[in-house]
């Protein structure tokens, strides 16, 4: 499946394109049914592949519950569980409540940069408005790029009124993650290399 697809949950394009490859099996009835999936996930942008998926989840009025699902992203094995409920209506009456964890996982890479860390990290609220909460350790990091320090500097500062600048280091701008209360403490185990 072209992942641009999960836009439509949304009502919204989502922010990365790649491709879900994915066997799923579903028995029971509509009501009550055992949901399970293997399969390879890869989001494109310099996000790595999630690879090796398995996941065993319980479908049950209108909630989605997440048994058990583990994988590996960059080689390093992750584990996710939690639940949404109210599925049929998720953009607008939604609820989330998931949690990743995972050791030295892959989390961006590209030619100039690699990014590793541990990760704690939960999702919770309404699917309108979630909060990400939780921790982020980087256990490995890397850039080998031309860089001068003015230029590097002023793409980073955004102006805001006044003429005063900020510093932006990303931005997501469809929704649900525009709205996204983001709680993460962020912290480096090991020295970022640049």
């Known amino acids: 499946a072209d992942l641009r697809a999960v836009g439509l949950l949304f009502g919204e394009e989502p922010p990365f394109a790649g491709r879900l490859t994915?066997?799923?099996?579903?028995?029971?009835?509509?009501?009550e049914a055992e949901v399970r999936a293997d399969g390879r996930l890869e989001p494109g942008g310099g996000l790595p592949p999630v690879e090796a998926v398995r996941m065993r989840a319980r479908w049950s009025d209108g909630s989605l519950e997440i048994v058990d699902c583990e994988g590996r992203l960059g080689g390093s094995a992750f584990r996710l569980s939690g639940r949404l409920d109210r599925v049929r209506d998720f953009p607008e009456a939604g609820e989330v409540e998931l949690r990743l964890t995972g050791?030295?996982?892959?989390?961006?890479?590209?030619?100039?940069?690699?990014?590793?860390?541990?990760?704690?990290?939960r999702l919770s609220g309404p699917a309108a408005r979630p909060t990400l909460s939780g921790r982020v350790a980087l256990t490995e990091g890397r850039y080998e790029g031309g860089l001068t320090a003015l230029d590097g500097m002023s793409r980073m500062l955004a102006r805001t009124t006044g003429g005063r600048r900020r510093l932006e280091l990303f931005s997501l701008r469809q929704r649900p993650w525009r709205d996204m209360a983001l709680l993460v403490d962020l912290s480096a185990a090991a020295p970022v290399q640049v």
């Open 103 to 121: 050791d030295h996982l892959l989390l961006f890479r590209t030619e100039e940069t690699l990014l590793r860390g541990d990760l704690e990290l």
């Open 22 to 31: 994915a066997e799923l099996s579903v028995s029971g009835t509509g009501e």
